[in-house]
């Protein structure tokens, strides 16, 4: 029988192994930039992974449980969340940066953190405070992200947020898709993201539109014969030798799992072959590009359009998810409005932060806050004559 002795991986051992393991282009944990307030960093992580765990156990990431990503929590616990999507944003980028030798710890904090801003019911929750506070710099979920990791988690007696290093902030202010655009004005504007910062966007934006495709089949609103005929679900269909009938649930998730993996592997052939031609020797080289080196090939990314048509004229714009939304952005224009003309019915902890931010970024933060189920809470309690106040 053999006998092996415990060890303790330390951190200047993790340090080590990115120095072999991450490629000129990715960041390490080593050389980064630092935190806005200097801190000893622990023996036994690097500060990315710390991080990684930082994001993990603040009350923000917990609420993202019950916050909208598609279909309202109550609508069936099967549906994708918030938290859910955060999860898989996570899973596919780590598989992503560990192919393509970027590092995975920054990857993952970035990741976990990218949706933190997210207000009640996903994007009309945005909509609609970006609209009530338009005369007041309006709300945007990527700052308000930024705004919860440097303001306000209270978690340390020896600064406010989470001190974060410069490059998980940087990938978060630098998180865009084709339908969310970046606003880097305090960090090197005149530079991409890094590629860790590159991977999380294109995470995000394959989790949402497998997981969105999975929800959209699951509650009808899509269905095979829909798409039938479109370039990526043809491909897959004839990946797992699926030739149509009755979509049962393991054969729907035979498809999914499939097209998550067309989807990774074209997006790390096309990211490989632009990193190969550019050149670039460091992180700073790949920032310094006119493109983005993290993106499909063409023919991937027309078929990705195609899809995401389907879904958008068929699922987000289907008259059940737009009433949802309609009520959504009524029951926070209502909040918003009601603490705003009386600013008594907020709790103390939100009520106290109005001489530091003013009134309506108070409202703002404390609604954006909310989950789902608080809100409708809130707006009862608010409206509802017979609702304990």
């Known amino acids: 029988m053999l006998y092996f002795r415990s060890m303790i991986i330390t951190r200047r051992q993790l340090e080590e192994h990115e120095a072999v393991t991450v490629a000129p282009y990715g960041l390490r944990a080593r050389h980064s930039k630092g935190r806005a307030y200097p801190e000893d960093e622990p023996r036994d992580r690097t500060a990315f992974q710390r991080d990684r765990d930082r994001v993990l156990h603040t009350t923000a990431f917990r609420r993202l449980e019950y916050k909208t990503q598609v279909f309202v929590n109550y609508e069936g616990d099967y549906y994708r969340t918030r938290l859910t999507h955060t999860l ?12 393509l030798g970027a590092n995975e710890d920054l990857v993952e904090a970035i990741c976990l953190a990218h949706d933190l801003g997210h207000p009640p019911f996903g994007h009309s929750g945005e909509v609609a405070l970006n609209k009530l506070m338009a005369e007041h710099n309006g709300f945007d979920h990527n700052k308000q992200s930024l705004r919860i990791v440097t303001k306000l988690e209270h978690r340390y007696p020896n600064f406010p947020g989470l001190n974060l290093t ?19 004005s305090s960090y090197e504007p005149d530079l991409r993201g890094h590629l860790e910062a590159q991977i999380t966007n294109a995470a995000d934006e394959l989790a949402y539109t497998a997981h969105d495709l999975d929800d959209g089949l699951r509650s009808g609103l899509i269905t095979a014969e829909l798409l039938d005929g479109t370039g990526l679900w043809e491909a897959t269909k004839a990946s797992v030798g699926w030739t ?27 990211a490989s072959a632009r990193i190969d031609s550019s050149g670039a020797q460091s992180a700073l080289d790949l920032q310094k590009l006119a493109h983005n080196v993290i993106g499909w090939s063409p023919e991937l990314t027309a078929k990705n359009r195609e899809l995401k048509s389907i879904l958008f004229n068929n699922m987000y714009r289907h008259y059940r998810v737009v009433r949802m939304a309609t009520k959504a952005e009524n029951f926070l224009t209502a909040l918003f409005q009601a603490y705003v003309a009386e600013p008594a019915q907020l709790p103390p902890s939100a009520h106290e932060r109005i ?24 707006h009862a309690k608010l409206f509802d004559p017979y609702a304990r106040p």
Do not use: N
């Open 166 to 184: 410069w490059e998980t902030r940087e990938g978060i202010v630098k998180h865009e898709t084709e339908y969310d655009t970046a606003d880097a």
């Open 355 to 378: 001489d530091e931010v003013g009134l309506h970024r108070a409202v703002c933060d404390y609604i954006a806050g909310m989950t789902d189920r608080y809100a409708l809470d809130e």
């Open 88 to 99: 898989e944003v996570a899973q596919i980028g780590r598989s992503v940066a560990r192919s």
């Open 244 to 270: 149509g009938g009755p979509l049962d649930d393991l054969t729907r998730h035979r498809l999914i799992r499939r097209l998550i993996g067309l989807e990774v592997a074209d997006l790390v052939a096309a």
